[in-house]
């Protein structure tokens, strides 16, 4: 059982919001790197190449989104989701690379103080105007990243909001080099430096455990547990395992049942189960329910066992001398406690009178019980 919003809805609201941040992004690079060029502000020019790394972002984020959207296929029976994880590492790495760059140049400065720049008052508004514009974009692509959980998004939201800390930064580099302290546009670039790669590592370091199929906390398995223990008809429940794919949680668990239950009664635990799950857990998408009529924690107790055409030829060899044994149907056959348990039907018509049937039933049963693995026969009349 899955849900969520559909592909392509969720491929166009991605879509909209990065054009969106892109477009900004554009605009604000520009004003950054030209005007900290012009007002001599080192730690204006590294925030405009910071929010430039957030346009090369939004491009990545662009084609992952297309990418990671499209249905599955035989190559990919589970879609492209982890192709947003791909792209939120790459992300991470490119942050890495910028913060690297201004750091190794700021010291630079810093070490030959001839080359300190002196930042004039323009800076501080450039600045200004980031920090405004920077944290509406955080907020907009926020709240679309939760609506269609994407974590590919999220991550660009707070790729645009360490923006905003950033800007702080240079907002009170630049006015205290403006007050007299010329080393401290160079200070701030390096905290700016600092900021970004600190943003690049949380990033790649999510994404690896998302593609080594890190499961969730403790605390919020035990949530779904206990959710499947208060169903009707769950004796026990075992082996939750959970990962994520993009926005979207996955989970396969073990439940037992009442061992002699119909496939269909069984299927109807299973969808109740997969409704249970999702009201706990709204992050899930398909859930794999395996359904148990014993419990097989420490091991397969009846796996050994033949299958179906294999007994009914033991059955068969062993049925030649009960002549009724021909309108046997159906046979009935459960796999529990290392043993094969038989119910066997026949129809009462067949007999002329109860003493009869019940005759042939105790045949069948002593015949069933010679064949090898059977452990239990009962033998139903039906009209």
Same mark, same amino acid.
């Not at 969520?4 to 609201?13: I, K, T």
């Not at 002196?118 to 405004?132: E, R």
């Not at 018509?349 to 009962?378: C, I, K, P, Y």
């Given at each position: 059982?899955?849900?969520?919003?559909?592909?392509?809805?969720?491929?166009?609201?991605?879509?909209?919001?990065?054009?969106?941040?892109?477009?900004?992004? !554009?605009?604000?690079?520009t004003a950054q790197i030209i005007g900290g060029w012009i007002s001599h502000s080192q730690a204006l020019i590294a925030d405009g190449v910071h929010t430039l790394s957030d346009l090369i972002s939004d491009i990545m984020v662009l084609f992952a989104?297309?990418?990671?959207?499209?249905?599955?296929?035989?190559?990919?029976?589970?879609?492209?989701?982890?192709?947003?994880?791909?792209?939120?590492?790459?992300?991470?790495?490119?942050?890495?690379?910028?913060?690297?760059? *201004?750091?190794? $140049?700021?010291?630079?400065?810093?070490? %030959?103080?001839?080359?300190?720049?002196?930042?004039?008052?323009?800076?501080? *508004?450039?600045?200004? *105007?980031?920090?405004?514009?920077?944290? &509406?974009?955080?907020?907009?692509?926020?709240?679309?990243?939760?609506?269609?959980?994407?974590?590919? +998004?999220?991550?660009?939201?707070?790729?645009?909001?360490?923006?905003?800390?950033?800007?702080?930064?240079?907002?009170?580099?630049?006015?205290?080099? !403006?007050?007299?302290?010329?080393?401290?546009?160079?200070?701030?670039?390096?905290?700016?430096? !600092?900021?970004?790669?600190?943003?690049?590592?949380?990033?790649?370091? %999510?994404? &690896?455990?998302?593609?080594? $199929?890190?499961?969730?906390?403790? #605390?919020?398995?035990?949530?779904?547990? /206990?959710?499947?223990?208060?169903?009707?008809?769950?004796?026990?429940?075992?082996?939750?395992?959970?990962?994520?794919?993009?926005?979207?949680?996955?989970?396969?668990?073990?439940?037992?049942?009442?061992?002699?239950?119909?496939?269909?009664?069984?299927?109807?635990?299973?969808?109740?189960?997969?409704?249970?799950?999702?009201?706990?857990?709204?992050?899930?998408? $398909? *859930? +794999?329910?395996?359904i148990d009529p014993e419990d097989d924690q420490q091991e397969a107790p009846s796996s050994h066992l033949p299958n179906r055409t294999e007994m009914l030829e033991r059955l068969r060899a062993q049925w030649h001398d009960v002549p009724a044994s021909r309108h046997v149907d159906p046979v009935i056959i459960h796999y529990l406690q290392g043993?094969?348990?038989? /119910?066997?039907?026949?129809?009462?018509?067949?007999? %002329?009178?109860?003493? #009869?049937?019940?005759?042939?039933?105790?045949?069948?049963?002593? &015949?069933?019980?010679?064949?090898?693995?059977?452990?239990?026969?009962?033998?139903?009349?039906?009209?």
């Open positions: 059982m899955s849900a969520g919003l559909p592909s392509e809805q969720r491929y166009q609201a991605m879509r909209r919001v990065t054009l969106i941040g892109a477009m900004t992004n !554009l605009s604000l690079a989104a297309r990418k990671a959207n499209e249905a599955a296929d035989t190559n990919h029976p589970y879609g492209h989701g982890r192709i947003e994880t791909l792209a939120t590492v790459a992300v991470g790495l490119i942050l890495a690379g910028v913060a690297v760059g *201004i750091m190794t $140049d700021a010291a630079r400065r810093l070490l %030959n103080p001839e080359e300190l720049l002196s930042p004039t008052p323009l800076a501080l *508004i450039l600045a200004a *105007i980031a920090i405004i514009s920077k944290e &509406a974009l955080y907020h907009y692509t926020m709240r679309v990243a939760k609506r269609v959980r994407s974590r590919m +998004l999220e991550a660009n939201a707070w790729h645009h909001r360490s923006d905003v800390v950033s800007s702080v930064v240079v907002l009170v580099g630049v006015g205290a080099t !403006l007050a007299g302290l010329p080393f401290m546009d160079a200070v701030a670039a390096i905290l700016v430096a !600092l900021l970004i790669g600190h943003m690049g590592g949380k990033l790649i370091w %999510n994404s &690896a455990r998302e593609l080594i $199929d890190t499961g969730v906390e403790a #605390e919020e398995q035990e949530r779904m547990l /206990e959710a499947v223990r208060r169903l009707d008809g769950i004796q026990g429940v075992h082996g939750l395992r959970t990962r994520r794919m993009a926005g979207t949680l996955l989970a396969d668990i073990h439940v037992q049942v009442a061992p002699r239950i119909s496939v269909s009664e069984g299927h109807h635990i299973a969808d109740a189960v997969c409704v249970a799950m999702h009201g706990v857990q709204d992050e899930l998408g $398909d *859930i +794999l329910v395996h043993k094969v348990h038989l /119910e066997l039907q026949l129809p009462l018509g067949l007999f %002329n009178n109860l003493a #009869e049937a019940q005759a042939v039933a105790r045949q069948l049963v002593t &015949a069933s019980l010679r064949a090898e693995d059977v452990g239990q026969v009962e033998v139903l009349f039906r009209h």
